[in-house]
């Protein structure tokens, strides 16, 4: 069964300090792997994405890891800002049939305080 | 582009009476998703469509859901009778689906957050 398992479940840490979120997956056939923030009461929006061939991508004081080998991926925030206090996504699709299906982690919930 | 938009943002229903949630994707997306999301179970697919036709149906819990996209503009979820059980909030999303554009990530709208007595 295809699974994405998200840790830590959730997270508090002080501004301005940095902190990695962490997604472990075994979905198969793997297609992209993405990495999404959703503030409270909004729908996710899309912080990176990432092929099979890509093992780091950037979006500004965020980071994201893949290392398909193991079939792990983590999210580097770096300089964190209140902002930052948020649900982190983690969502892997495979690919069947010319359609790709995404599974979702649970999501880490990060609370950054002053 | 207003992204994808969601009606009603918020809805209270008594319990056994429809719902109907409404979705409008991003014009010239192809693919159309429907999403719950709970405290306990996260975000979950229930249905998604390609071309305004279903393709994967097998997220949705019960026969008193039911998803219908009559065009490419427009999609509804409805819920007959709905349940207190059935409170989540409903995320709808599109994108562009085929193979060598799926770099291009999902686009959610804001969510109709449901709440059956």
């Known amino acids: 069964k295809n699974q994405v398992e998200q840790s830590p479940q959730s997270l508090i840490i002080l501004e301005g300090k940095n902190c990695t979120l962490q997604?472990?997956?075994?979905?198969?056939?793997?297609?992209?792997l993405r990495w999404y923030k959703q503030d409270t009461g909004r729908g996710p929006v899309s912080l990176t994405i990432?092929?099979?061939?890509?093992n780091t991508k950037s979006n500004g004081r965020y980071t994201a890891t893949l290392d398909a080998d193991t079939k792990q991926s983590s999210l580097h925030i770096t300089a964190s800002q209140l902002s930052d206090s948020a649900s982190y996504i983690c969502?892997?699709?495979?690919?069947?049939?010319?359609?790709?299906?995404?599974?979702f982690g649970r999501g880490t919930s990060l609370i950054v305080h002053p | 582009d207003a992204g994808v938009i969601q009606s009603p943002r918020h809805e209270v229903t008594e319990m056994g009476q429809e719902v109907t949630l409404r979705c409008k994707p991003i014009?010239?997306?192809?693919?159309l998703f429907w999403y719950r999301q709970t405290m306990m179970r996260g975000l979950e697919l229930l249905i998604y469509?390609?071309?305004?036709?279903?393709?994967?149906d097998s997220g949705m819990p019960e026969d008193r859901f039911s998803a219908k996209m009559p065009n490419a503009s427009f999609s509804t979820l409805k819920i007959q009778p709905s349940e207190p059980r059935d409170s989540a909030v409903y995320f709808c999303?599109?994108?562009?689906?085929?193979?060598?554009?799926?770099?291009?990530?999902?686009?959610f709208g804001s969510g109709t957050r449901l709440t059956v007595v």
């Open positions: 469509f390609n071309n305004n036709v279903p393709i994967d």
């Open positions: 969502v892997v699709s495979a690919v069947r049939g010319g359609s790709y299906i995404p599974t």
């Open positions: 014009s010239g997306h192809d693919y």
């Open positions: 997604c472990n997956y075994t979905v198969s056939p793997f297609s992209n």
């Open positions: 990432m092929t099979f061939s890509e």
């Open positions: 999303a599109s994108t562009f689906g085929t193979v060598v554009l799926q770099n291009y990530g999902y686009t």
